[in-house]
DNA sequence: CTGAATCCCTTTTGATACTG
DNA sequence: CAGTATCAAAAGGGATTCAG
């Protein structure tokens, strides 16, 4: 998964810092971009199409306004989220994937399925013993 | 991708508390799991097989004793990774992933086809280029 | 409606020292 | 080797207020 280094081993240069040594692991890099508490439910919510600040907000219950804000901002630094301002009043703002962000489709429907396959059976357990 | 619920529309109560809800959605609930700041790398590093605990640290240079240790024990406690102990002198405790962690494979996997197509690419650039 | 700014508290994380 | 304990620092996050 690795290709160019020996993550599993002893090759890796200690002497290099973080954000150095993430670049030459996707996977570490990936998780450097998405680890936020509540960017992967942004990005989840935004798969099936764009999504107005309010909309988001209601989708995602327990965040805050404040967070929303932060974690729409880094998406959008990270080039994974679209902003666009609709310059009428009152204001209008429409969030969505960039192309970048709609890559993340195949990790979120392999976590959706992890999720339903490993944790979300105790809603129809019983109907399906029955 | 949440076949129970409209997260996307006005539908979810917003009455239940967020573990009740995070149920509901797989996504959100797999996010739960693993969310930590360093529970996908660990998991990332058992994928091609059982490590012991001074591996991982070195496999992972920048977590400290104290938080590998943490995030194993949550790791385990979701069921997500196995704690072998041989009973010797100096002690040996090997880490792998159950089969519900190695479940895993395909988000791991889709994780690094994106961070090797979005953003590895600084490495080759020039490479692919010339 | 969207969102910036402030204040303040909680959780997370790191550094260090110690142990079977 | 594989941890645990303790303390301190930092980051994360919530509530509220204000504004275009």
Sequence with gaps: ??????????????????????????????VSKLGGKWKLIVVHNLIDGPLRFGELRRAIPDITQRMLTLTLRELEEDGIVNRHVFEVVPPHVEYSLTEVGQGLESVMSSLGDWGRANFAQKRNAVAQTA
């Design 1 to 30: 998964m690795c290709d160019n280094l020996h993550i599993h081993g002893l090759k890796m240069p200690e002497s290099m810092d973080e954000e150095t040594r993430s670049q030459l692991c996707p996977v570490v890099y990936a």
